[in-house]
C-alpha cells in the first residue's frame, strides 16, 4: 500500500497548497472580496489580475513554498487560477525532489 499512502500524501500536499494560495488571493485582492470564487476561475479572464498582484503573487509563491519559478514557468496559463498555481507549485516541487 505504498502507493496509497503516497497519493494521500501528495493530495494533502496539494490540499495544503491551494489552501495557503487561496487564503493570499483572498486577503490581496479587494476585486474578490464579494465575489464567489472557484479554484478553478480564471482570474485574467474575469479581469480580477493586475500586473502588480501577478508579480506579487510570483513573489509569495516563490517564498512560502521555497521554490523558484524558472521564467519559462512564468506564464498566464500557470498563474490564471488556484488550481494552475497549486499544480504548478507540486510539479516545481517534485522535480526538486520534495
Known amino acids: ?48 489580475v493586475t500586473s502588480i498582484f501577478a508579480m506579487q503573487m510570483l513573489d509569495f509563491i516563490e517564498s512560502t513554498f521555497g521554490i523558484e519559478v524558472p521564467d519559462d514557468r512564468i506564464t498566464l496559463q500557470n498563474f490564471s487560477s488556484i488550481d494552475s498555481m497549486t499544480r504548478m507549485v507540486g ?3 517534485h522535480a526538486a525532489g520534495e
Open 1 to 48: 500500500m505504498p502507493s496509497e499512502s503516497l497519493t494521500s500524501m501528495e493530495n494533502g500536499a496539494a490540499a495544503d497548497t491551494a489552501a495557503a494560495i487561496r487564503n493570499y488571493v483572498r486577503a490581496n485582492m479587494t476585486a474578490l472580496r464579494d465575489v464567489d470564487l472557484r479554484d478553478d476561475d480564471n482570474f485574467f479572464e474575469k479581469g480580477f
Open 91 to 93: 510539479e516545481l516541487k
